[in-house]
């Protein structure tokens, strides 16, 4: 079965500094793998994804993501954070054969420090 | 804005009661999910509809029911509610035709509370 791990409960950055939100993954072959961020009191906003070719996957508001086979990770990755990056992050997967739920991780929290 | 809707956006009932929860998918897209976000549980998938029909379930209570209508918006029942119940529900939306690959665009939830 399909699993996704989010080793940081919170991860604290002061503004400007790059941010690395972490997350690792278990799937039979290879998965598709998306980034979501939740702002309080708000949906799920869908950040980048990744479904092949280039590693390096790019997204909205200057995020991006590395898919690292062997290391089975897809870390979500920021040059220089902002103080409205503060929010829940959620890395999900899903295997390609036939029909799989989406599953997500248990979310990583977000804080930019002035 | 994802373009996703769902009302209402808050919801409190007693212990035993049933609730409706609605969703309108975004323009075009025909498929409709289903998912419970609560503090113990995390974001479960429970249900997905394509174009009316009943495509997948995930850990979806017996009592908890859903359909798609013809013209794709969705309702996700709740019945014999329990204190349990109390959680954020989100409908998702994708167009439907290109798989596993697909993004799903959340809705803004339905924060239910069961006293």
């Known amino acids: 079965a399909q699993s996704v791990a989010q080793p940081e409960d919170q991860v604290n950055v002061a503004e400007g500094n790059p941010l690395t939100v972490k997350c690792t993954y278990s799937v039979s072959g290879n998965p598709y793998l998306f980034w979501y961020v939740q702002y309080p009191n708000r949906g799920l906003q869908f950040l980048l994804k990744?479904?092949?070719?280039?590693?390096l996957v790019k997204g909205s508001y200057g995020f991006e993501a590395e898919f690292n086979k062997s290391q089975t990770s897809f870390h979500l990755k920021k040059p220089s954070a902002l103080v409205s990056d503060s929010a829940l992050y959620f890395c999900a997967v899903r295997e390609r054969r036939g029909f799989q739920k989406l599953v997500f991780g248990t979310g990583t929290r977000l804080l930019v420090s002035p | 804005d994802s373009g996703v809707t769902q009302t209402p956006k808050h919801l409190i009932t007693a212990t035993g009661q049933r609730v409706t929860l609605r969703c309108s998918p975004r323009s075009g897209d025909l498929s409709v999910y289903w998912y419970q976000q609560s503090l113990d549980q995390g974001l479960q998938f429970l249900i997905q509809y394509y174009n009316g029909e009943e495509r997948a379930k995930g850990n979806i209570l017996e009592r908890f029911s859903a359909q798609q209508f013809p013209d794709l918006h969705s309702e996700l029942n709740l019945s014999s509610l329990e204190l349990g119940d109390s959680a954020l529900y989100f409908c998702?939306?994708?167009?439907?035709?290109?798989?596993?690959?697909?993004?799903?665009?959340f809705g803004p939830g339905t924060r239910l509370l069961v006293l």
């Open positions: 998702a939306s994708s167009p439907g035709l290109a798989g596993g690959q697909e993004t799903q665009y």
């Open positions: 990744y479904i092949t070719g280039d590693n």
